[in-house]
């Protein structure tokens, strides 16, 4: 009995000290980056929870610039009644007009913190930053997480692949690979995922949008849940994908002919104007899908190359499997390589929605 007395007292206790912890601190959940009015300096944009009892809060926000990321921090410092604290951040976005000029110097200043994790979120903003992060979007004890569960979210139940810091880090490091990052919009009172940002290094050089996606993550990794929207003369309809994987084959060396085979299994939840109970229309379906797949699979590729850029890190996969590897000579000719995509498409079963 005076152990359970013991241990109820020590969770009281720490419960207290959490929450005095708690008031002693600002916790900053998002970090918002974009041009200031000077050249030389940067705009910085940090998102907060105010607590007001222990089930009740409000976002706020602040804004100062700098020179670097450290100073922008200092000046916000010194705006809040308690310390910044970051060990909980959760989210980093910057506008899309700074990101064209470059983020590596700011991004080096948040790896070097070690209060800094690598699974934060990364993302880029087509509106400021500051215009994005000072919302509240109508969510009433918003937690401060709203950007990385909308991000999280995409990743496990849509079509974003899983991109975080650390992917981001190793892209940009790696010699045949480069970054990108969610593309994000204010749309109404809510943020909307639009596509993703392409990086060179690591400026923005372009993006894809929304309806691209998929077929990026079919090509970039393995994955579990997906959806794809299908339309022909004849019929239109979704597709949900069940698993895909994907493994690059070398066809002529060194580097001249790659192929993605992607392997996707998936069924039918939606579809008009057909019998999908019909095993051969559903073959017939099969095949308009995997041409579709294949058709913007190309346009992707092609757009890569057209940018000079790598983010499916083919470069990586052909090193992998090419002895005495040529990093200037891949590089040379990577704008004019034959890359061709082949989907083996399988429809397991097919839904009740006509």
Do not use: W
Request: hydrophobic share 35%; net charge neutral; with cysteine.
């Amino acid at each position: 009995m005076k152990k359970l007395i013991l241990l109820f007292m020590c969770f009281l206790l720490s419960g207290c000290a959490e929450r005095e912890v708690l008031d002693d601190i600002t916790i900053v959940r998002t970090l918002g980056f974009d041009k200031a009015s000077k050249d030389n300096e940067i705009k910085g944009t940090i998102n907060y929870p105010i607590f007001i009892n222990e089930q009740t809060f409000k976002m706020k926000y602040l804004t100062a610039s700098g020179e670097t990321s450290k100073e922008i921090r200092n000046e916000l410092n010194e705006m809040t009644a308690r310390p910044l604290f970051i060990g909980k951040l959760n989210t980093v976005l910057f506008s899309a007009e700074l990101a064209k000029q470059g983020i590596m110097e700011t991004l080096d200043t948040l790896q070097r913190d070690p209060g800094v994790g690598r699974a934060i979120y990364l993302g880029i903003t087509k509106q400021d930053a500051e215009s994005v992060l000072s919302d509240d979007y109508n969510y009433t004890n918003s937690d401060g997480n709203y950007f990385s569960n909308l991000i999280k979210q995409n990743e496990n139940f849509s079509n974003l692949p899983y991109l975080n810091f650390h992917t981001f880090l190793y892209a940009f490091f790696a010699d045949c690979m480069d970054p990108v990052m969610p593309y994000l919009s204010k749309k109404d009172d809510a943020v909307k995922i639009i596509g993703l940002a392409l990086f060179k290094d690591d400026k923005m050089v372009g993006s894809i949008d929304e309806h691209q996606i998929l077929i990026f993550k079919t090509l970039f990794q393995n994955f579990n849940e997906g959806s794809f929207q299908f339309s022909t003369k004849g019929y239109k309809g979704n597709l949900e994908i069940l698993k895909s994987k994907m493994h690059f084959e070398i066809i002529q060396k060194p580097h001249k002919k790659v192929m993605i085979i992607v392997d996707v299994k998936g069924r039918l939840t939606e579809y008009t104007k057909v019998n999908a109970g019909d095993p051969r229309v559903v073959e017939g379906i099969e095949k308009n899908i995997k041409k579709e797949l294949e058709h913007h699979a190309l346009e992707l590729t092609r757009k890569f190359q057209k940018l000079n850029i790598d983010p499916l890190g083919i470069g990586e996969h052909v090193r992998s499997q090419t002895k005495g590897f040529n990093l200037q000579k891949y590089r040379d000719q990577y704008k004019d390589m034959d890359i061709n995509v082949v989907y083996n498409l399988k429809i397991t079963e097919s839904g009740i929605s006509q």
